[in-house]
């Protein structure tokens, strides 16, 4: 566990590194992953859910009380449930995203699996994409998962995240650098 403890920290990373065990020796990772996933997925696209979670107005039982129908119409019972029952009556709701993302990075770490983050200006072709993947594992190993990005902001290029490695090799970074270099000449 030394080297997944590296991986979180935090507030987060206590509660989530905690789940991870306990999931670990039920052997039921991958149904609690599946399960804070789906929490995560409704916090992100219901606004309401999302202000319940956050809002500081709400005590711990009354969030305790208002998340058991949630999980019910999620499907979401066992380990996963009672992790979230606990993290409401703790008063630590407003950080189970980050939890969430906690228990994946501790998951990944345990298979070996390294994520990177590519942002792109435009959707890739199946033929560059196939290109980042080889040189991404080249670099991190055949354990690489990526995640693309699509924001036209970066103009061309593209920026990789890679654990705490960034590489941003995107166009808006070149231009805002000659700008700069610009005004130091003129």
Not at 50 to 55: D, L, Q
Not at 58 to 73: D, H
Request: overall charge neutral; glycine content about 10%; charged content about 25%.
């Amino acid at each position: 566990m030394a080297q997944e403890n590296t991986i979180v920290s935090g507030v987060a990373g206590r509660y989530a590194t905690a789940l991870f065990e306990l999931a670990q020796e039920a052997g039921s990772i991958d149904a609690v992953k599946a399960d804070l996933d789906r929490f995560a997925q409704v916090i992100a696209t219901q606004p309401d859910v999302e202000r319940f979670v956050r809002s500081p107005v709400f005590t711990a039982e009354e969030q305790t009380k208002a998340l058991g129908p949630i999980l019910e119409k999620l499907g979401i019972g066992g380990l996963a449930a009672n992790f979230l029952r606990l993290v409401a009556a703790k008063r630590r709701l407003f950080a189970v995203s980050d939890m969430v993302r906690a228990y994946g990075a501790l998951v990944d770490s345990s298979r070996g699996v390294v994520r990177a983050q590519v942002t792109v200006a435009d959707q890739p072709s199946e033929r560059v994409l196939g290109e980042i993947k080889q040189a991404l594992k080249d670099v991190a190993g055949e354990g690489v998962e990526i995640d693309v990005k699509v924001d036209p902001a970066i103009i061309g290029g593209l920026v990789v995240k890679l654990g705490s490695k960034m590489v941003d090799a995107s166009l808006r970074t070149k231009l805002n650098g000659i700008r700069t270099a610009m005004k130091e000449v003129g």
